[in-house]
């Protein structure tokens, strides 16, 4: 008898021993899931914070950027492969046109009031382009605001927002469309190879301020440049 009680006292104890620290870590884990919930809000909480501040920063880079940039449109009747190879010869004509023509500027403004004074020109090629190429498709063309979404061009990246542009409809204009940034001088180029000229970044760079332009030459969240969609 003796002997059975020692046993139990012995086992007894240990079984005391153990479910305290049972209970103990139970307490602990239990006061672990209490502070999870407020942890995690207050990560959710700070980048929704740092997301905000992110997005309110690309929305002003944007607004001073489509104030020292003028993009170039042109939408095909369709996505049938004809059309689309028509809206690359207006493209091609229009930007040969110009090539020739449009003077050195020192600024967006100068450029779109060039682009205004001459948009019947531009109409008239257009048309005539598209004329030679056996369709009847009506042309108009115009500075206008358009909106973009963000893409990137070569190494230079433009977020997406309101631009003034010249924009050129071919027929329904229900296509997919081609763009490029018309100033400063990005479409002078190669047309199949998206590289921007030093030229035309050096211009970006002089208008803008350096974090403006190392967020738009740098890789992130938003991307532009030229693009066929």
Known sequence: MDRLQNIIRK??????????????????????LCL???????????FGVYRQADA?????????????????????NSDSADDQELKLKVRDAVLGYMEEKLPESDGAAETKDWLRS??????????????????????????????????????????????????????E?????????L????CFMDTTNAVVPDEGKQKL???????????ITADSDFKIGWFFW
């Open 36 to 46: 999870a919930p407020s942890v995690l809000l207050a990560a959710v909480i700070s």
């Open 173 to 181: 204009a229900k296509g997919h469309n081609w763009w490029c940034v």
């Open 56 to 76: 309110a920063e690309q929305a002003e880079i944007q607004e001073h950027l489509a104030q020292e940039v003028v993009r170039f449109h042109v939408l095909a």
């Open 118 to 171: 001459h948009i019947d020109e531009i109409e008239e090629i257009s048309r005539r382009t598209v004329a030679d190429a056996g369709t009847e498709y009506p042309v108009s063309a115009a500075v206008t605001t358009c909106w973009f979404p963000d893409k990137t061009y070569g190494d230079v990246t433009f977020p997406a927002g309101n631009y003034e542009a010249l924009r050129i409809e071919i027929g």
């Open 11 to 32: 086992y007894g104890t240990n079984i005391k021993r153990k479910s305290r620290k049972c209970a103990e870590k139970i307490r602990k884990h239990a006061c672990l």
């Open 205 to 215: 760079k002089n208008v803008l301020t350096e974090e403006e332009y190392s967020r």
């Open 183 to 186: 100033y400063p001088g990005l």
